[in-house]
């Protein structure tokens, strides 16, 4: 009886090895990585096909996609890292349309020299994260650039979700006299990121909170079908997001510094560097808005899920052909909160 | 925030804006410029001119040091950064100040240009010193504020023999630039701007003291009350000027006492002596050349000045025709009154200097205040 060998592979060194030009060259390496690494860790039915894609049922109802790419540098911070981060990042852009997220992929762009370890800490981190999230990663792509091409690992993902018949969540449905609420704590993210790049180097209690936040709108959407609108504030803070919304709505936003949520620590970290935490980058917080007549129910929904326990309802929208959203701040006058111009840059005296 | 909190408190501010609405006297008018971009900024951010009473309305000055800066200047740091070797090294604000044909460090950046962001004059230095093989130029602006620290990196390149560092000076001097306002025609003779008040800088005055205003307060008869950055301070500040002038007094006060002492900070002002000579004269923006109003680095330090390293050109370039930050520097005219305001120029297409810096007028009357102009047209 003769017997087929497997041929030996010397395993993967995911300790001290690095990422080489062949780890992106379609042959036996890439094969390797794929199957040592991004295998054994999303490992799920569509993947164990080996196919070049992902095959499933359409399901009932309308289908959203969306997609989100990732280059957050430095790679780790406290309280998450770019793998965690990709997948919340592309659940929650799904999930602000009120969809259940079912499916992402992802697509890596790896610079050569990165070590596997660091690597296998991103994958094993997307890994959790999409398994809490309940969203399976089941396609993906790998390239390898020269050193000096990219900064380590970019990461793409894309995601696809239904919609529940009967919610209709879209950034034009702001109408005058509706309720503006925040899930949590604003600045988070944005400043545990700035405490850590090598410039700015002070210690701060201060973690990013990257979530994923369809746990949360599913809450909210069964309290209140109705809600108009739902966006998460990342890149350009809450002050962003509420100039899109405006925009997008035709309408003007007043909200009351008083009642907007910001921890003590972001605040005095904003002060230092001159930033303002409405400008700030959050990744699992969102801002929703709906008729006055409903807000407390989506309060209550938001305070009862652990992602919403410090929500609040922050301002309302008005008319306003100019489409400004103002704030009347603490201190008793009134301002603009305007677009974000260019980078926030320290003032210099 | 402890210490910063109790300086934003929304209760104490409607207090104190009842007591100013007391004191200002219902028959006249009260015109106060706050010289500091900062303060223009805190007045802005926190809504200030909306908590005071009709009759009293604040001028905002130049004392933003990205503002006053002259085209020319600009285009002398875009020259340098565009040296072959070259690393110029530069506070943020600066980088989008349009100089010549709209180039900016950040377009001159674009185009192949080693110009770095820094956020103090050391982080310059350290360039300098891990990048041996290459000529590091630190743009240095700035009021008596950021003085010091240039003098710091100047001694310390002296000192560690650094041949590849050097300073771009244009440190400018504030009692001078008061000085200027107060004589040009439209405040001294057509009282085109009646200017009955100065709130005096938070940060310079730690530095200088609050005695270099003494002479201008009592030869011009002017108030002058030195006030901290948040708003309380400002509104306590407005307070006390209406005050002097109900009581026909021209003195220096100190409202920022938890920081201006008389006589300032006598280190730092021993170091910037050491480094620094004043320039006869230095052009500014919206004031044109004033006399004694600049500083230069002195003759010991010329290796490490880059205006002897370099052949830099003297560039003299005009502003735009229709922008009117000069006029805005000076007082006499409200950013809203500029033809250029919020359609040519805007903080993303800044044409003059003002729209540039957060600290500038029109910038911070953009960012937070633009819902007041009456039929303004959002973009």
Redesign the interface.
């Known amino acids: 009886m003769s017997q087929v060998r497997k041929d030996y592979v010397r395993p993967l060194d995911l300790k001290h090895g690095r990422v080489d030009m062949t780890h992106g060259s379609g042959g036996r390496a890439m094969a390797q990585l794929i199957d040592e690494l991004f295998m054994a860790a999303f490992d799920n039915e569509f993947l164990r096909q080996m196919n070049d894609q992902a095959r499933f049922l359409p399901p009932a109802g309308r289908m959203v996609m969306a997609t989100d790419s990732h280059v957050v540098s430095p790679l780790f911070f406290s309280g998450g890292d770019i793998g965690c981060l990709s997948v919340h990042g592309t659940v929650n852009d799904v999930a602000m349309s009120g969809a259940q997220p079912l499916y992402l992929s992802a697509g890596f762009i790896l610079e050569e020299g990165f070590p596997l370890a660091d690597l296998k800490r991103i994958v094993e981190s997307m890994a959790n994260a999409a398994q809490e999230a309940g969203v399976p990663i089941v396609t993906g792509d790998t390239k390898v650039v020269e050193q000096g091409k990219g900064d380590g690992v970019f990461i793409t993902t894309t995601g696809v979700g239904v919609v529940p018949d009967g919610v209709d969540i879209s950034g034009h449905r702001a109408r005058a006299g509706d309720a503006i609420l925040v899930s949590g704590f604003l600045g988070d993210h944005g400043v545990a990121i700035m405490a850590q790049r090598e410039?700015?180097a002070f210690d701060l209690p201060i973690r990013s909170d990257t979530a994923a936040l369809h746990g949360l709108v599913a809450a909210m959407v069964e309290a209140v079908p109705d809600i108009h609108c739902l966006r998460d504030p990342t890149r350009g803070g809450l002050a962003t997001t509420l100039n899109e919304l405006a925009l997008q709505s035709r309408a003007g936003m007043v909200i009351r510094e008083?009642d907007l949520p910001v921890r003590?620590e972001v605040?005095?970290a904003c002060?230092f560097l001159g930033l303002d935490p409405l400008y700030v980058a959050n990744e699992g917080k969102l801002v929703a808005i709906c008729a006055p007549e409903h807000a407390e129910a989506l309060l209550t929904a938001m305070r009862s899920h652990p992602l919403g326990a410090a929500a609040a309802i922050v301002g309302e929208v008005i008319e306003d052909?100019?489409?400004?959203v103002?704030m009347e701040?603490?201190?008793?006058?009134?301002?603009?909160v305007?677009w974000l111009?260019?980078e926030q840059?320290?003032?210099?005296? | 925030m402890k210490y910063i909190d109790e300086f934003r408190d929304g209760a104490l501010a409607r207090k104190l804006a009842a007591d100013i609405a007391r004191e200002a006297d219902p028959r006249r008018r009260y015109a106060f410029m706050e010289f500091c971009g900062g303060h223009t900024h805190a007045i802005s951010r926190y809504g200030v001119e909306d908590l005071l009473p009709p009759n009293v309305r604040m001028v905002h000055g130049p004392g933003c040091p990205v503002c006053v800066l002259p085209v020319g200047r600009i285009q002398a740091a875009i020259w340098l950064a565009q040296q072959p070797g070259v690393i110029l090294c530069s506070y943020g604000d600066m980088l989008r100040v349009p100089g010549d044909n709209g180039l900016s460090l950040l377009k001159a950046k674009a185009n192949g240009a080693d110009v770095r962001m820094v956020y103090s004059s050391m982080d310059a230095l350290k360039i300098a010193r891990d990048n041996p093989g290459r000529e590091v130029v630190f743009f240095a602006i700035g009021f008596e504020t950021t003085t010091p620290p240039t003098a710091v990196v100047l001694q310390q390149a002296r000192a560690l023999g650094l041949g590849n560092f050097s300073v771009f000076c244009n440190h400018v001097l504030t009692p001078a630039a008061i000085q200027a306002i107060l004589e040009s025609p439209e405040v001294s003779t057509l009282g085109t701007v009646p200017l009955d008040g100065f709130i005096g800088p938070a940060h310079v005055s730690t530095v200088i003291g609050s005695r270099p205003y003494e002479p201008f307060a009592a030869n011009n008869h002017k108030p002058v009350v030195i006030s901290g950055f948040e708003p309380l301070d400002v509104m306590q500040s407005i307070l006390m000027l209406a005050r002097q002038v109900n009581e026909g007094r021209a003195e220096v006060e100190n409202e920022f006492t938890r920081a201006v002492s008389r006589d300032g900070n006598r280190k730092a002002q021993a170091l910037v002596e050491e480094v620094f000579e004043l320039r006869e004269s230095f052009e500014w923006r919206g004031l044109g050349r004033v006399p004694q109003s600049a500083l230069r680095i002195r003759e010991e330090f010329a290796p490490w000045d880059a205006e002897c390293r370099f052949p830099v050109p003297e560039f003299s370039i005009a502003d735009h025709k229709a922008c009117e930050c000069g006029a805005i520097l000076r007082g006499v005219k409200h950013p809203r009154e500029c033809k250029l305001f919020g359609n040519v120029c805007t903080p993303e297409n800044p044409v003059g200097s003002c729209m540039v810096s957060s600290e500038g007028a029109c910038a911070a009357y953009y960012t937070y205040g633009r819902f007041r102009q009456p039929g303004f047209v959002a973009g």
């Open positions: 410039e700015l008083a003590e605040r005095a002060e052909p100019h489409h400004f103002q701040t603490a201190f008793g006058g009134r301002r603009i305007d111009t260019g840059l320290p003032r210099i005296c």
